[in-house]
């Protein structure tokens, strides 16, 4: 269960996306689907697509239940569009954890796309994909 205010990590879409992180880190599904809008739609780097807030949460959920012990974290960020109600940021994330018993990890780069709704801001989209990126 979340134990930060929802509203208030919705003000702005830097806290929007922000908080989203932080519940993927601290792996707090409740509050990462908090942070979504229901006609979310997730491109994961392993070529997969989950379209709607509940195909997306049972991706979520999956990773979490399947990995064990952890790690994530974003880097680099850079807004490449904000505006009262749309902004779009990309960057850099890196993983690790245990699956199976082994040793596992993965980086690659991401675009979020968030929408200022009646509720504050939330993420409409979020596009992973495999390799570096850093802004030159």
Known sequence: RSSYSVSAMTGTAAACLAAFEAALARTDLGGAMALLSDDVLF??????????????????????????????????????????????????????????????????????????????WRIVHEHLSQGRWKMP
């Open 43 to 120: 491109f994961y780097s392993n070529g997969s697509a989950h379209f709607g807030k509940v195909a997306v949460r049972a991706a979520v959920k999956s990773n979490f239940d399947s990995i064990k012990d952890d790690t994530y974290a974003a880097h680099d960020h850079v807004w490449l569009a904000l505006s009262d109600t749309a902004a779009a940021c990309t960057f850099s994330f890196a993983w690790t954890g245990t699956l199976d018993g082994k040793p596992v990890e993965g980086r690659g780069r991401g675009t979020t796309v968030l929408r200022r709704e009646a509720g504050g």
